[in-house]
C-alpha cells in the first residue's frame, strides 16, 4: 500500500507524514482490492461500511473494529418518480463525513499516531473530533469564524482542541497547514488524505446494492472540496473494472453561484481551477474559493460525461422548505443538492425518464 503522486506518479509510505508530494502534487492511494459480492453483503446482518472490508485498506479483524461506532448502511428515500434521495445524516455526527473519517483515524491509530490536524468548515472536523475521541488520539480542529455555533459545541463536546480562524475557508486551512509543516503533526485531511475518500466510496456501493444492482443514471453531488465526488469517482472505477457496471453513471455536481470557481472552469473549458471570490453563500460546506483538488474534480467529472451547474441563493432556501414538507430536515448545504435537482430539470426535459440520487449530507439541527 503506498501514496501516489497524482502529478508526477512518485510513491510514499503510508506511515510518511508527507500530505502531498515534494513536487507540490496531491497524493491519492494505491493498494490492491477485492471485487464484493453483493449478495453476499446485501444478505449480511452487518449493515455498517465494514461489511465493504475487501476493498477497504484494513484487515477483517483490523483496529477498526475497537473505532467504529456503526457508520454506514443509511437508508434510500424515494422522493419521485425516479428520484431518491440517500439520508446520509442518520449517521453518527449527523452527516455523510463520518464515512471518510472512521477509515481515515482507524488508519492513525493503525499507524500509532497520537495528535491529529483537521480544517473544516464544520461537518468534516466534527467527524475527525469523534471518531479522534473513540480512538484515543487527540485532535485539534480548525474551523472558520463563520461557522455553525452548532456545529462548533458538537465538536467540543467530543474534546477536540478547537481553533477558530478569521478569515475565509482558506485562511483557516492555511493556518493548519502551517502548524502541520511545523510540528510534523499528522494532517487528517478530508481533503488532502485519500484514506477519507476510501470511506466516502462507500456510499456509492450501498446505493447499488439497495438497487438490486441497477446503478443510477446520474447522482447529484455537491461540490466544495471534493470529497464526495472523488469518492464516487473511485466507486465507479472500482465497480466498472470488476465488470458489475458497463458504463460509469453521470456525476452532475452542483456548486452555490456565490462561491463557484469549480463551475467557472468548467464553463471556461479548463483543465486547472482558479481561486475566486466567495461574496457568501449559506451552503457553508461547498462554500470553497479555492478547492485543492479542482483538477481531479474536473478529470471526474468530464470522465463520467458530467455536468456543473450553479444555484441560487433562494432556491436552496425554497428546495430546503420544500424538503421540509415532505419531512425531510436538512441543513443549508443538503438542500443545495435539492436546489441543483430542480436546476438540472429545468435543463434537461428528459430528468424523469432517469434514475438519480442526490445526497442528504447533513442534519437540519446543524444549521437552524
Given at each position: 500500500?503506498n501514496?501516489?503522486?497524482?502529478?508526477?506518479?512518485?510513491?510514499?509510505?503510508?506511515?510518511?507524514?508527507?500530505?502531498?508530494?515534494?513536487?507540490?502534487?496531491?497524493?491519492?492511494?494505491?493498494?490492491?482490492?477485492?471485487?464484493?459480492?453483493?449478495?453476499?453483503?446485501?444478505?449480511?446482518?452487518?449493515?455498517?461500511?465494514?461489511?465493504?472490508?475487501?476493498?477497504?485498506?484494513?484487515?477483517?479483524?483490523?483496529v477498526?473494529?475497537?473505532?467504529?461506532?456503526?457508520?454506514?448502511?443509511?437508508?434510500?428515500?424515494?422522493?419521485?418518480?425516479?428520484?431518491?434521495a440517500?439520508?446520509?445524516?442518520?449517521?453518527?455526527?449527523?452527516?455523510?463525513?463520518?464515512?471518510?473519517?472512521?477509515?481515515?483515524?482507524?488508519?492513525?491509530?493503525?499507524?500509532?499516531?497520537?495528535?491529529?490536524v483537521?480544517?473544516?468548515?464544520?461537518?468534516?472536523?466534527?467527524?475527525?473530533?469523534?471518531?479522534?475521541?473513540?480512538?484515543?488520539?487527540?485532535?485539534?480542529?480548525?474551523?472558520?469564524?463563520?461557522?455553525s455555533?452548532?456545529?462548533?459545541?458538537?465538536?467540543?463536546?467530543?474534546?477536540?482542541?478547537?481553533?477558530k480562524?478569521?478569515?475565509?475557508?482558506e485562511?483557516?486551512?492555511?493556518?493548519?497547514?502551517?502548524?502541520?509543516?511545523?510540528?510534523?503533526?499528522?494532517?487528517?485531511?478530508?481533503?488532502?488524505?485519500?484514506?477519507?475518500?476510501?470511506?466516502?466510496?462507500?456510499?456509492?456501493?450501498?446505493?447499488?446494492?439497495?438497487?438490486?444492482?441497477?446503478?443510477?443514471?446520474?447522482?447529484?453531488?455537491?461540490?466544495?472540496?471534493?470529497?464526495?465526488?472523488?469518492?464516487?469517482?473511485?466507486?465507479?472505477?472500482?465497480?466498472?473494472?470488476?465488470?458489475?457496471?458497463?458504463?460509469?453513471?453521470?456525476?452532475?455536481?452542483?456548486?452555490?453561484?456565490n462561491?463557484?470557481?469549480?463551475?467557472?472552469?468548467?464553463?471556461?473549458?479548463?483543465?486547472?481551477?482558479?481561486?475566486?471570490?466567495?461574496?457568501?453563500?449559506?451552503?457553508e460546506?461547498?462554500?470553497?474559493?479555492?478547492?485543492?483538488?479542482?483538477?481531479?474534480?474536473?478529470?471526474?467529472?468530464?470522465?463520467?460525461?458530467?455536468?456543473i451547474?450553479?444555484?441560487?441563493?433562494?432556491?436552496?432556501?425554497?428546495?430546503?422548505?420544500?424538503?421540509?414538507?415532505?419531512?425531510?430536515?436538512?441543513?443549508?448545504?443538503?438542500?443545495?443538492?435539492?436546489?441543483?435537482?430542480?436546476?438540472?430539470?429545468?435543463?434537461?426535459?428528459?430528468?424523469?425518464?432517469?434514475?438519480?440520487?442526490?445526497?442528504?449530507?447533513?442534519?437540519?439541527?446543524?444549521?437552524?
Open positions: 500500500m501514496y501516489l503522486c497524482h502529478e508526477c506518479g512518485k510513491k510514499y509510505e503510508i506511515s510518511d507524514l508527507s500530505y502531498k508530494c515534494e513536487c507540490g502534487g496531491l497524493l491519492n492511494l494505491e493498494f490492491e482490492k477485492q471485487s464484493i459480492d453483493f449478495d453476499k453483503t446485501k444478505a449480511s446482518n452487518n449493515h455498517s461500511l465494514w461489511k465493504y472490508i475487501n476493498t477497504l485498506p484494513f484487515d477483517e479483524n483490523d477498526w473494529k475497537d473505532i467504529t461506532l456503526g457508520e454506514g448502511g443509511t437508508p434510500l428515500i424515494k422522493i419521485g418518480h425516479n428520484l431518491f440517500k439520508a446520509d445524516y442518520y449517521m453518527p455526527t449527523l452527516s455523510f463525513k463520518d464515512r471518510g473519517a472512521a477509515v481515515l483515524i482507524s488508519m492513525a491509530k493503525k499507524l500509532g499516531i497520537d495528535t491529529v483537521a480544517d473544516s468548515s464544520g461537518n468534516a472536523g466534527t467527524a475527525i473530533a469523534a471518531y479522534s475521541a473513540r480512538a484515543g488520539i487527540k485532535a485539534h480542529i480548525f474551523v472558520g469564524e463563520s461557522t455555533e452548532k456545529k462548533i459545541k458538537q465538536i467540543e463536546a467530543y474534546g477536540a482542541v478547537i481553533h480562524i478569521q478569515g475565509s475557508r485562511d483557516t486551512a492555511r493556518v493548519a497547514i502551517d502548524m502541520v509543516e511545523k510540528s510534523k503533526i499528522f494532517y487528517a485531511s478530508h481533503i488532502y488524505n485519500p484514506f477519507f475518500w476510501e470511506g466516502t466510496k462507500t456510499y456509492f456501493y450501498e446505493v447499488y446494492e439497495e438497487l438490486n444492482g441497477n446503478m443510477p443514471d446520474v447522482f447529484i453531488i455537491p461540490v466544495g472540496n471534493g470529497t464526495l465526488l472523488m469518492g464516487a469517482y473511485i466507486a465507479f472505477k472500482e465497480l466498472l473494472a470488476w465488470g458489475l457496471i458497463d458504463k460509469m453513471p453521470k456525476i452532475w455536481a452542483v456548486q452555490a453561484n462561491c463557484a470557481p469549480i463551475l467557472r472552469a468548467y464553463n471556461d473549458g479548463l483543465d486547472e481551477v482558479c481561486e475566486v471570490e466567495n461574496t457568501g453563500t449559506l451552503a460546506g461547498i462554500a470553497i474559493a479555492s478547492p485543492a483538488r479542482g483538477k481531479e474534480i474536473l478529470e471526474a467529472v468530464r470522465e463520467t460525461d458530467g455536468d451547474i450553479g444555484v441560487s441563493e433562494d432556491s436552496i432556501q425554497y428546495a430546503r422548505e420544500k424538503l421540509s414538507k415532505m419531512g425531510i430536515y436538512v441543513e443549508i448545504t443538503s438542500a443545495a443538492n435539492f436546489a441543483g435537482y430542480l436546476a438540472y430539470k429545468e435543463k434537461y426535459p428528459d430528468i424523469e425518464n432517469k434514475i438519480i440520487v442526490f445526497p442528504l449530507c447533513g442534519a437540519g439541527l446543524k444549521s437552524m
